[in-house]
């Protein structure tokens, strides 16, 4: 059984906002301009994409991109909560760990990470 959705949406700010806290000044500084969604699954704009089980998408144009990246859509992370906690088989514990690791794979993403950058880093 999945909890309430203001539970699922406290406990991810919460731990995206510890996150932010303790990055160093310089990641912080450009992590705390970038827009972060909740949304329970993809958004119905998201359809044309296979995101049935994503657990967090970046978009937009990452900070090492030129202007001819990225498209028209400003930067943001969207983190999929109940994609997390089905992945996290309803355990809040890994659920937290969960949106930790989603949330910083995305942060990676809009710095300019490559996949295969995150995989080396545990993300």
């Known amino acids: 059984m999945s909890p309430d959705w203001n539970y699922l949406l406290k406990v991810a700010q919460d ?20 827009p972060v969604s909740y949304d329970p699954r993809r958004h119905h704009d998201l359809y044309h994409l296979d995101l049935d089980d994503t657990l967090g998408l970046f978009v937009g144009r990452s ?4 202007d001819e990246g990225g498209g028209d859509v400003p930067p943001q992370i969207i ?4 994609n997390i906690w089905t992945f996290a088989e309803s355990d809040e514990g890994v659920y937290r760990q969960e949106v930790r690791t ?16 995150l995989e080396e880093r545990g993300l």
Not at 63 to 66: I, M, P, R
């Open 102 to 117: 989603t949330f910083l794979h995305e942060l990676g993403h809009f710095l300019g990470l490559e996949e295969i950058d």
């Open 79 to 82: 983190l999929f909560l109940a």
């Open 63 to 66: 900070l090492l991109e030129t």
């Open 15 to 34: 731990e995206v906002q510890a996150i932010v806290a303790a990055l160093p000044p310089e990641l912080k500084k450009e992590a705390e301009t970038l």
